[in-house]
C-alpha cells in the first residue's frame, strides 16, 4: 500500500497545482508504482523528466530504476552517462532491488562500450590538421620542422603524423578506458602529456597554447559519438536478458 505522501505527490502531479520536484528515488519508485497500480500512463512523462535531472548525481540507480519500470529511453541515456564512471564507481541504492546476475550485465556494459571505444581511437580516420601539431602529408611547403623525430606517423596507408607525445597520450585515454577509469579521468594530470613533452625541440616550432587542448576537445567528441552509436545495440543486448 502507498503511503501518504506518494498518493499526494501523486495527486498533485495529476492535477494542476504547485508541486516539489522529487528527486529522492523512494519517492520517484513509489510514483511509478502507483501510476502503474493504477494504470496512468500520462503520469510517466513527468516522472521522466524527473528522473532525467537525476541522471547527473546518480545514473547508475536512474538505469536500474527506469529499466525496472520499462523506460528504456531513460535507462539508456543513464547508462551512457555511467560509462563516465570507473567500475568502482558504479554504485548505487538501487542496486539493493537487482541480483548479481544483473549487475554483471551492467559491468560488462560498461567494459563492452568502453572497448568499443577505444577500437574507433585505433583509427584515425577522424582525425584534421591542426597547425603545429597535426598534419596529413610530411613535406609541407617550406616547413623542415617536421623532419625531426618529433614527428611519428600512423599505421596504415593513409597514416597521419602527429608530435610524439599526441601519441603517447591517444595511448593513455584508451589504457584508462581499458581499464575502466571513466571518461572523467581523461584531462587527469596522469593522462595528460607533462608541459616539458609540449616544447619546442631544436628542429621544432613551438606548440601553440590552443593545438592541444584543440585535440583534446576533438578526443573528446570522437568518444561521445561513437558512445552514442554504439549505446543502441549494447543496451538492447543489456536489456534482452535482464530478468533473472
Not at 120 to 147: C, K, Q, Y
Amino acid at each position: 500500500t502507498e503511503s501518504s505522501k506518494i498518493l499526494d505527490l501523486f495527486l498533485r502531479f495529476l492535477y494542476p497545482v504547485n508541486v516539489t520536484t522529487p528527486t529522492a528515488f523512494s519517492e520517484l519508485r513509489g510514483l511509478l508504482e502507483v501510476s502503474r497500480k493504477y494504470m496512468v500512463e500520462t503520469l510517466n512523462n513527468r516522472i521522466v523528466m524527473c528522473l532525467e535531472n537525476v541522471i547527473p548525481k546518480d545514473p547508475v540507480g536512474v538505469c536500474l530504476l527506469a529499466t525496472e519500470y520499462k523506460l528504456y529511453h531513460v535507462a539508456g541515456r543513464a547508462a551512457v552517462r555511467c560509462l563516465r564512471l570507473s567500475i568502482s564507481q558504479l554504485d548505487s541504492d538501487q542496486l539493493q532491488y537487482v541480483t548479481g546476475a544483473q549487475y554483471r550485465r551492467l559491468v560488462q556494459f560498461h567494459l563492452d562500450a568502453t572497448k568499443k571505444v577505444c577500437n574507433v581511437l585505433d583509427r584515425t580516420n577522424w582525425f584534421h590538421e591542426i597547425a603545429t601539431l597535426v598534419m596529413r602529408s610530411p613535406h609541407p611547403p617550406g616547413g623542415r620542422w617536421n623532419t625531426c623525430s618529433c614527428w611519428l606517423r600512423s599505421v596504415g596507408p593513409n597514416g597521419w603524423y602527429a608530435r610524439r607525445f599526441v601519441w603517447e597520450y591517444l595511448l593513455r585515454v584508451k589504457l584508462v578506458l581499458q581499464h575502466s577509469h571513466g571518461l572523467d579521468t581523461l584531462t587527469s594530470k596522469n593522462v595528460l602529456p607533462s608541459p616539458q613533452n609540449m616544447s619546442s625541440c631544436q628542429s621544432c616550432n613551438m606548440v601553440s597554447d590552443t593545438a592541444f587542448p584543440e585535440f583534446i576537445k576533438l578526443v573528446r567528441k570522437v568518444i561521445e559519438q561513437a558512445m552514442d552509436e554504439v549505446r543502441t545495440i549494447l543496451y538492447c543486448r543489456l536489456l534482452s536478458d535482464w530478468r533473472p
